[in-house]
């Protein structure tokens, strides 16, 4: 599955969750399905009705998306030490 429409994939998520899908499954369900992690999170965010911030909390945290995650930190870190030799 790769639906390139943000509400059909919406509308599959809330159709698996309306069946007992964990939002956890959701999140897996979505990752293999070739969503980006932004994707992830605002879906899962209306799916759950979580807040954005429990919603990237709950994708980032996920261990599908580690290695997305820890690229991120690691440009993160380089960003914060350019910003900082600048000051």
Request: aromatic share 2%.
């Amino acid at each position: 599955m790769i639906v390139n429409d943000p509400e059909t994939l919406l509308k599959e998520c809330q159709e698996r969750a309306n069946q007992g899908a964990t939002c956890e499954d959701i999140v897996l369900y979505l990752h293999r399905g070739g969503a980006t992690i932004t994707e992830s999170m605002k879906i899962v965010r209306d799916v759950c009705r979580l807040s954005l911030g429990e919603a990237k909390a709950l994708v980032t945290a996920h261990p599908v998306w580690a290695d997305v995650v820890s690229s991120a930190d690691v440009l993160h870190a380089e960003l914060e030490n350019a910003l900082q030799k600048e000051e």
